[in-house]
Nanobody
Framework: QVQLAESGGGSVQAGGSLKLSCAAS?????????MGWFRQAPGKEREGVAA????????YYDDSVKGRFTISQDNTDYTLYLQMNSLKPDDTAMYYC??????????????????????????WGQGTQVTVSS
């Protein structure tokens, strides 16, 4: 059973930093191709923030966070991280960790930034709240 547990959220002022963690099991890490961070603000759809292809350690970012957020993995303790710097009020949301245990069909992989589509991920954590005040 896949279990993902996020932590590290909180309240900060604009310009501040937070580091989110997602604790996973060894089974989750070894059975996942991609893992990612997503966020959902009240009244808005869930959106992809960052994703990582675990085997090659290649990271991808949404344009809204590029240069400010860094996704990383530690495969010794099976943890996914999201370092968030220069936070803005627009970053306020519930942040979720997710994993993807299979590659999508070719027609999906041909789409730009499919790895940031929430619908492509099959396992999710409960989320951690991030609030950024101006």
């Amino acid at each position: 059973q896949v279990q993902l547990a996020e932590s590290g959220g909180g309240s900060v002022q604009a310009g501040g930093s937070l580091k989110l963690s997602c604790a996973a099991s060894d089974v989750t890490f070894y059975n996942s191709y991609y893992m990612g961070w997503f966020r959902q603000a009240p009244g808005k759809e869930r959106e992809g923030v960052a994703a990582i292809y675990l085997s090659d350690n290649v990271a991808y970012y949404d344009d809204s966070v590029k240069g400010r957020f860094t996704i990383s993995q530690d495969n010794t303790d099976y943890t996914l991280y999201l370092q968030m710097n220069s936070l803005k009020p627009d970053d306020t949301a519930m942040y979720y960790c997710a994993s993807k245990s299979s590659l999508p069909p070719a027609h999906v992989r041909d789409e730009d930034r499919w790895f940031l589509w929430p619908g492509e991920y099959n396992s999710w954590g409960q989320g951690t709240q991030v609030t950024v005040s101006s």
